[in-house]
């Protein structure tokens, strides 16, 4: 078993209201959560339970209002080239080439030239953009957007990847490519992943265990081992035990969606 490399024990965060008088929102309360290290963890619940808060102070962005929440028993104090986020929209420098987007943030922190060629290119080339180096983000569609996002955290080497719904702009069709590259690159690296989605499939495709969170203030309500050998494929989709474990995890979703509504609180995004 591997250690745990995340690791939130009854983890609080409050934001205050945007004016004095406004009430404070509750995102995260009693929250605990063990990612082990290496493992691609995947995180589901209904929007606004709390999951890009989570990410948001794994990141490094926002404290705990109480509780505690460490990677490798250590505090998170800000942000770290150890942890790296991929956001949901490509957020690449549109005046600089793939290479030059990929390679800015190691060079910056002074990292050996020599070796960082190496890496940039072994990197591209695993993530399937040998040949674009000079393209700019301009030139190229969404899914290798996105692709330049990941391979610019690869080459940083990180620890943890933090990701919140990177894929849910992209269409079917490049959703299971960039499926398929993610498996590839984890394979390959051996990374933590953090991966927030909405989608079920997407879980269940990628994922060692699937969390299942309750609506806001967020919890675990589930941690599920997502038994498949890897490598995987799509043919997963076909396996019973897959749309057994689909169905289990949509209705609990569903009971927090219900629960959610009857109570007037779901969120209209
Ligand atoms: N910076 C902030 N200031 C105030 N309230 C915030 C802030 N960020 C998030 N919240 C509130 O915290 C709650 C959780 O938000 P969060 O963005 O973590 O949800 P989420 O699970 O990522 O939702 P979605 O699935 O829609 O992305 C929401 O009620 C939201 O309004
Ligand atoms: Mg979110």
């Known amino acids: 078993m591997a250690a745990d490399l995340i690791v939130a024990q009854g983890l609080r965060k409050e934001y205050a209201g945007r004016l004095k008088q406004d009430p404070p929102t509750l995102a995260l309360e009693s929250f605990d959560l ?26 490094g962005f926002e404290q705990p209002t109480a509780g505690t929440l460490t990677v490798r028993g250590l505090p998170i104090k800000g942000p770290s080239p150890e942890r790296s986020v991929v956001f949901q929209q490509a957020a690449l420098f549109p005046w600089l080439t793939v290479w030059d987007n990929v390679v800015m943030g190691p ?7 020599a070796k960082l060629e190496r890496d940039t290119k072994r990197v591209l080339e695993s993530i399937g953009l040998a040949g674009f180096e000079s393209h700019y983000p301009y030139q190229l569609s969404g899914g290798m957007r996105q692709r330049v996002q990941i391979a610019r955290v690869l080459v940083a080497s990180p620890d943890v990847i933090l990701m919140d719904e990177p894929f849910g ?9 960039m499926h398929e590259v993610l498996l590839r690159v984890w394979a390959e690296y051996k990374p933590t992943i953090f991966f927030i989605t909405h989608d079920v499939e997407e879980a269940l495709i990628l994922a060692d265990h699937v969390y299942v969170m309750s609506r806001r203030p967020g919890r675990v309500k589930a941690k599920i081992r997502v038994p498949f050998d890897r490598p995987r494929s799509y043919e997963l989709i076909g396996n019973p035990e897959f749309a057994t474990m689909r ?17 007037g609180a779901v969120a209209t995004t």
């Open 169 to 177: 702009s992209l269409d079917a069709q490049t959703r299971i490519v």
């Open 107 to 113: 060079k910056l922190r002074g990292v050996d030239a």
């Open 247 to 263: 169905a289990g995890i949509v209705g609990m979703l569903r009971e927090e969606w219900t629960g959610a509504a009857a109570q």
């Open 34 to 59: 063990r990612v082990a290290e290496h493992e691609v963890a995947c995180i589901v619940g209904p929007s606004g339970c709390g999951k890009t808060t989570l990410l948001n102070m794994i990141a």
